[in-house]
């Protein structure tokens, strides 16, 4: 097993160039009951913000993404799992 084979390209994940936070957030007020906001701020801290109060969906939720990213990604026309 070489080193590449533990290698795991994310092509899928959408990606937005000009002011990208108040588009996404914009996007997901739109679609979304729940959100899960994962980011860094600018000295580098990794944030967290939810509306999500239980702690168990929370962690659904990124394991849920979790398992998308490693797959490939989510199918946009239907919400499954490629």
Do not use: H, R, W
């Amino acid at each position: 097993m070489s080193d590449k084979d533990n290698v795991v390209y994310l092509n899928n994940v959408m990606k937005l160039s000009k002011n990208p936070v108040p588009v996404l957030c914009e996007i997901a007020g739109t679609m979304l009951k729940d959100v899960l906001i994962l980011g860094e701020d600018e000295n580098g801290t990794i944030k967290m913000i939810t509306t999500q109060p239980d702690t168990a969906e929370l962690l659904f939720y990124l394991k849920s993404a979790e398992y998308a990213l490693m797959a490939g990604g989510m199918d946009e026309d239907d919400g499954e799992y490629n």
